[in-house]
């Protein structure tokens, strides 16, 4: 049996939610609220919960942060993030914070309870288009994105450079030592893949960097 928990703001989404779960021979709604701070409280040692819908944008405590407060107290409940959100950052960090499955609001009703029944025999689900940013976010495309920008330090260098600062200049202005700064130089040219200065520079005037 799914004894299951919601948290979502949104009065229709939620109350829709809770009706059609609650029609299902092997759902039961043991608790529903419209924030993380809501349901804990209503939430007893006696309730059998056993698995959690849970919005990610919500008043109050996000739900990012919900699941880590949720964990704690029922480590054994399965958190299902169903969110308006997609982007594949968020789904990583709430997948990292303990969710096993994250469902676009987008999702129909029966195939949220179709997710319902592949995180209770064990699986995960995710929607399609959530599974695609999955796949995006691990790709060698994002990584090789990723090696080739700047840090924020690294942008400060750059800038001294367009500046006419010279490397000890540069050092003295954000307190490191010169050494820190010809790393940093490096660097900057192995990720822009050039070979001088005044190559930096001119990207940097014409908008590249």
Do not use: W
């Not at 594949?88 to 303990?98: I, Q, R, Y």
């Not at 330090?153 to 003295?172: F, H, N, T, W």
Request: proline share 3%; charged share 30%; hydrophobic share 40%.
């Amino acid at each position: 049996m799914i004894y299951l928990g919601i948290i979502e703001d949104e009065k229709l989404v939620r109350e829709n939610l809770e009706e059609f779960m609650g029609a299902q021979n092997d759902v039961s709604v043991v608790l529903s609220s419209d924030s993380v701070e809501g349901f804990l409280r209503r939430l007893s040692p006696a309730t059998p919960l056993n698995m959690l819908l849970l919005d990610i944008n919500l008043p109050g405590m996000s739900g990012l942060e919900g699941i880590r407060h949720i964990r704690l107290v029922r480590p054994d409940a399965d958190i299902i993030v169903l969110s308006a959100y997609d982007d594949s950052d968020k789904v990583f960090k709430a997948l990292c914070a303990g969710a096993v499955s994250y469902i676009s609001k987008r999702t129909s009703l029966p195939n949220i309870r179709e997710a319902l029944s592949t995180v209770y025999q064990g699986g995960a689900y995710m929607s399609p288009s959530i599974a695609r940013k999955v796949v995006e976010y691990f790709s060698p495309s994002k990584k090789d994105d990723e090696d080739s920008r700047l840090t924020g330090r690294q942008e400060q260098v750059v800038q001294g450079l367009v500046d006419g600062l010279s490397y000890k200049m540069i050092a003295d202005k954000y307190l490191i030592s010169v050494e820190t700064v010809r790393d940093h130089i490096k660097k900057i040219y192995k990720k822009l893949q050039v070979n001088s200065k005044a190559e930096v520079i001119r990207k940097k005037l014409d908008g590249e960097i």
